[in-house]
Structures are given as C-alpha cells and as structure tokens.
C-alpha cells in the first residue's frame, strides 16, 4: 500500500490495478482494486459515468456507501450494517441503571458561558464536598516478569513501551491482590487488541481452565487473542456495548461457574460505570440468588473489623469453595471522566448525600479534563507535534492514553483572570476524584473492599489511576487491608 501511495505521488497516475477516479479531498486517487478490464472501482463507476445507466444511492443502514438502487434489497441482506440477531446474553439496558428524567435537566450551557459568580459556586461546592478526604494516593507502580523481554526489546518504539509499562504494572497489582491463578475467567472490559489479556495469559503460564472473555463494542483490527493455542486457555470475544452485557447468559459462565476478574486498561468514563454495575450488581446479585445467601449481605455496615475477621475465619471453617465468591476481584485502569453520564454513575447515592445532583455533576464532569488538557498541550507544543481533533468514538486502532485531552473543550480556554492554569488542574484532579469516590462507596455498599492507587508515572500516562476491589470476606482482602 505504501508502495502504491508513493507511485501515484511520483507519477499523477493510479497504480496498476486500482480505481482511476481522483479523491479531492484526499488529494489521490482512489485505492481499491478494480475488475479486470475497468478503470473505476464499484463505488466510482457512477461518479465517473462509467456506467451511467445505472443509479448508485446512499445505502440506507449506512450513508457512509452507496449501492446499485436496482441492487439494494440484495444488498440490506448482506451489509455489513444491517442488524443482526442478539445473542442470548445481550439484555436491553440491563447495567444502565435507573432513568430518572426528571434529575436532568433540558439543557445546560457549556462552562464558557457560566458567569464567574456561577462558577465560583461550583468550585466551592467541589471543595466542600471534597474538604474531608484525603485525595493523596499510594504509589503501586509494580511490573511483573511476563513482560520483561518486551520492555527490553530494542524493536519496541517509545509508545510501544509506554503501554508495556501500564499493561506490566497492571499485572503485577492483579499478582498482588493474589487474582493471577488457575480455574477463573478474566473479563476484560473495552478489550481494543485484547493485550491486556494476552499479558496475563503469558503470566499464567500453564495454569488450568483459565476462560478469556473480551469485551469490546467496535471491531477491532489486529487483535491479538486470536494468536493464542494453549489447551489450558480459551479466549472469547463478544462485540457488545456494556450496557447490554449479561454475564449470566454466557455457557462458560453459567455452567462452569469460574469465579470471574474484571480487569480493563483505559476504561473510558460511562464504561466503567457500566463495567462496575455488570460485574458486582447484574452478574454477582443473580448469582447470588440462586445459591445461599452470601456472607458479604451479612456484614452490616457498622459491623468491626473483628466481627468481620470472625464471619471469615467461620466462613473457612465451613470449607466454603472458591466459587462461591462469582466475582474474585476488580482491577480497572481508570480514564475519562468527562466521559461520564449522570444515568449510567453508580455513585449517585453519594452525591445526593453530599446534597449534589445531576446539574453539578455534569459540570464536574467536564471540569475533570482540566487535570489533563493543559499538560497535555503543553507537552506537545515542547515537542512541536500538531494534532487534529479525533472523533468522539474510542479509536480501535489505539489504546487510550490522556484521553481527555483528545476532546477540544472551550472550557480549558475561555477562562480570563478567573484561575490559574495550576488551579484549573488542581480542581480537575478533585473533579476525578469526587467522581471515583462514589464509585468506592459503591463498590464498599456491595460487599468489597475498594482502593485507588496510582498505577504508573505521569509521563508515561496522565491517566495514571487504577481502581482495585476484592470482595470482603475474601483471603485476599485481608491480606491487602
């Protein structure tokens, strides 16, 4: 292709074999390959009156091509847009969460527009909602020895070994929260090329009925799941919004009953959310229904630490089998908050108790891209690189990194002598903050242990925040306590 790409630059011709119609906007010619004896491809025959007695229309499940109108019945019932049969375990809106349209309101401006006296109120009520936490959080950058030769590996570029470093600190946390073993199955949430599960795959190395179940909405080119052939491990792929997940109606799942790890890297804003309620809420509440009633329902709020250490040890005396736990653990790499939807947050009870709603939400929210937009534009101004803006959908082709920096928000600019570029990230941080609070106080109102901790350098991520969890009641929970 790149041949080719060079061929037409040199000589203002098409190469051999490809579609003779010119591309203005891209300033080519077109690059698919023809039929013998044609000059233009299917798409440009119309367009360049090759065949002009037959009409070429937009295709109505995708505008995006165009079809023969004579041909179109033909074409719905093979194009790759058109609908297709939802598998068992796809369930409308089963992890969305509770609608409440009155909580939202009609419209709201964007920051630009609020009045200093507006947003001078919001930024008090971030910092009295905020006042009494501790928002400093421990170092566990860790790596783990799977990927030692990778990150030694002349042949990897800088950006490949940046990623090396999150995916090798994420797996040395999930070592470390003892939830790399045999006999579990991994999910992996926004699963992009499926590396982060590659890596743990490679960490078990021969480890017995290990299930690999990947997540991910778009198709996906280059994937790497596929590469695997081990007799041990089987790998996965659903193609489904979170949303509509239920982990209940997949066989492996259902029948085999493994106790299930959520892991993720770069789990954008409302994925998260909706990776959380899937796992610990829609999965483990079902499940729980069907077998006894669990040991985490049983420990009260106001329960110590010593009557919680006696429910456990009375727990192990009984010989209560590992799978009766259905979620073994949560590790997340957290990203995007801006990205995140009133609806779909698990960590409304929280705001409500602090006296927030939906309005302060959506601009916390927005605000958050502040801890990241102006360090990431500094940073690419240092080193004279130009970007253009990325469309609002995750990019398959790529894993997130500082993605909140991908958005162009007129909020990160448009405020004159009103704050700081130090105080605007300062407040962003506490905006993400806030937000991955309530999902602590959720993840500790169903019956696990929660913590944040950061992950990896901030140069080598400026998402940098990973979400651990284990349930209550488990060995290892006490043991990381």
């Not at 074999?17 to 025959?45: I, Q, T, W």
């Not at 939802?86 to 401006?109: C, H, R, S, W, Y």
């Given at each position: 292709?790149?041949?080719?790409?060079?061929?037409?630059?040199?000589?203002?011709?098409?190469?051999?074999?490809?579609?003779?119609?010119?591309?203005?906007?891209?300033?080519?010619?077109?690059?698919?390959?023809?039929?013998?004896?044609?000059?233009?491809?299917?798409?440009?025959?119309?367009?360049?009156?090759?065949?002009?007695?037959?009409?070429?229309?937009?295709?109505?499940?995708?505008?995006?091509?165009?079809?023969?109108?004579?041909?179109?019945?033909?074409?719905?019932?093979?194009?790759?847009?058109?609908?297709?049969?939802?598998?068992?375990?796809?369930?409308?809106?089963?992890?969305?969460?509770?609608?409440?349209?009155?909580?939202?309101?009609?419209?709201?401006?964007?920051?630009?527009?609020?009045?200093?006296?507006?947003?001078?109120?919001?930024?008090?009520?971030?910092?009295?909602?905020?006042?009494?936490?501790?928002?400093?959080?421990?170092?566990?950058?860790?790596?783990?020895?799977?990927?030692?030769?990778?990150?030694?590996?002349?042949?990897?570029?800088?950006?490949?070994?940046?990623?090396?470093?999150?995916?090798?600190?994420?797996?040395?946390?999930?070592?470390?929260?003892?939830?790399?073993?045999?006999?579990?199955?991994?999910?992996?949430?926004?699963?992009?090329?499926?590396?982060?599960?590659?890596?743990?795959?490679?960490?078990?190395?021969?480890?017995?009925?290990v299930h690999f179940i990947l997540v991910e909405k778009v198709t996906t080119r280059f994937k790497v799941d596929g590469k695997h052939r081990k007799k041990n491990s089987v790998f996965e792929r659903l193609q489904i919004d979170i949303q509509h997940l239920c982990l209940n109606k997949i066989p492996v799942l259902r029948e085999g009953k493994l106790p299930v790890v959520g892991i993720g890297k770069h789990l954008c804003g409302v994925a998260t959310d909706l990776a959380l309620r899937c796992l610990v809420e829609t999965y483990a509440a079902s499940y729980e229904e069907r077998n006894e009633e669990p040991l985490a329902?049983?420990?009260?709020?106001?329960?110590?630490?010593?009557?919680?250490?006696?429910?456990?040890?009375?727990?192990?005396?009984?010989?209560?089998?590992?799978?009766?736990?259905?979620?073994?653990?949560?590790?997340?790499?957290?990203?995007?908050?801006?990205?995140?939807d009133w609806r779909h947050y698990v960590g409304k009870e929280y705001f409500r108790a602090l006296g927030l709603g939906a309005v302060e939400f959506h601009y916390f929210q927005r605000m958050s891209s502040w801890a990241t937009c102006g360090m990431q534009k500094m940073a690419l101004e240092a080193s004279n690189i130009t970007t253009k803006r990325r469309d609002d959908r995750i990019d398959d082709s790529e894993e997130h990194d500082g993605g909140e920096s991908r958005i162009t928000d007129e909020s990160t600019d448009r405020l004159p002598g009103l704050l700081t570029v130090e105080e605007k990230k300062k407040i962003g941080h506490l905006c993400k903050f806030l937000i991955d609070q309530g999902r602590i106080q959720y993840l500790e109102q169903k019956g696990f242990n929660p913590a944040l901790q950061y992950y990896t350098d901030p140069l080598v991520s400026l998402e940098n925040v990973l979400l651990t969890a284990l349930p209550i009641h488990s060995s290892s929970a006490e043991t990381t306590a």
């Amino acid at each position: 292709m790149a041949a080719s790409a060079s061929t037409q630059s040199a000589t203002g011709f098409p190469a051999e074999g490809r579609c003779s119609y010119y591309v203005e906007k891209k300033k080519r010619f077109c690059r698919m390959v023809v039929a013998a004896g044609k000059r233009f491809c299917g798409e440009h025959a119309g367009a360049a009156e090759e065949e002009n007695t037959r009409k070429r229309i937009l295709c109505p499940l995708d505008p995006k091509h165009t079809v023969y109108e004579d041909q179109l019945a033909k074409h719905l019932k093979k194009c790759n847009s058109r609908e297709k049969p939802k598998p068992d375990f796809f369930m409308q809106d089963i992890n969305a969460g509770l609608k409440d349209e009155t909580e939202i309101p009609e419209q709201l401006v964007p920051i630009s527009s609020l009045s200093e006296e507006q947003l001078e109120n919001l930024i008090k009520k971030l910092r009295k909602a905020s006042k009494d936490l501790n928002s400093t959080l421990e170092d566990h950058i860790m790596s783990h020895p799977a990927l030692h030769d990778a990150l030694n590996d002349p042949k990897n570029g800088d950006s490949a070994i940046k990623h090396l470093k999150q995916q090798a600190s994420i797996l040395g946390n999930i070592e470390k929260l003892k939830l790399l073993g045999p006999r579990r199955c991994f999910v992996e949430f926004g699963a992009g090329k499926g590396k982060l599960s590659h890596w743990v795959d490679i960490a078990l190395k021969d480890a017995e009925k290990v299930h690999f179940i990947l997540v991910e909405k778009v198709t996906t080119r280059f994937k790497v799941d596929g590469k695997h052939r081990k007799k041990n491990s089987v790998f996965e792929r659903l193609q489904i919004d979170i949303q509509h997940l239920c982990l209940n109606k997949i066989p492996v799942l259902r029948e085999g009953k493994l106790p299930v790890v959520g892991i993720g890297k770069h789990l954008c804003g409302v994925a998260t959310d909706l990776a959380l309620r899937c796992l610990v809420e829609t999965y483990a509440a079902s499940y729980e229904e069907r077998n006894e009633e669990p040991l985490a329902k049983r420990i009260k709020n106001d329960k110590t630490e010593k009557e919680i250490n006696t429910l456990t040890k009375e727990g192990s005396e009984k010989n209560v089998p590992e799978k009766w736990t259905p979620v073994a653990g949560i590790v997340i790499a957290l990203c995007c908050h801006h990205r995140c939807d009133w609806r779909h947050y698990v960590g409304k009870e929280y705001f409500r108790a602090l006296g927030l709603g939906a309005v302060e939400f959506h601009y916390f929210q927005r605000m958050s891209s502040w801890a990241t937009c102006g360090m990431q534009k500094m940073a690419l101004e240092a080193s004279n690189i130009t970007t253009k803006r990325r469309d609002d959908r995750i990019d398959d082709s790529e894993e997130h990194d500082g993605g909140e920096s991908r958005i162009t928000d007129e909020s990160t600019d448009r405020l004159p002598g009103l704050l700081t570029v130090e105080e605007k990230k300062k407040i962003g941080h506490l905006c993400k903050f806030l937000i991955d609070q309530g999902r602590i106080q959720y993840l500790e109102q169903k019956g696990f242990n929660p913590a944040l901790q950061y992950y990896t350098d901030p140069l080598v991520s400026l998402e940098n925040v990973l979400l651990t969890a284990l349930p209550i009641h488990s060995s290892s929970a006490e043991t990381t306590a």
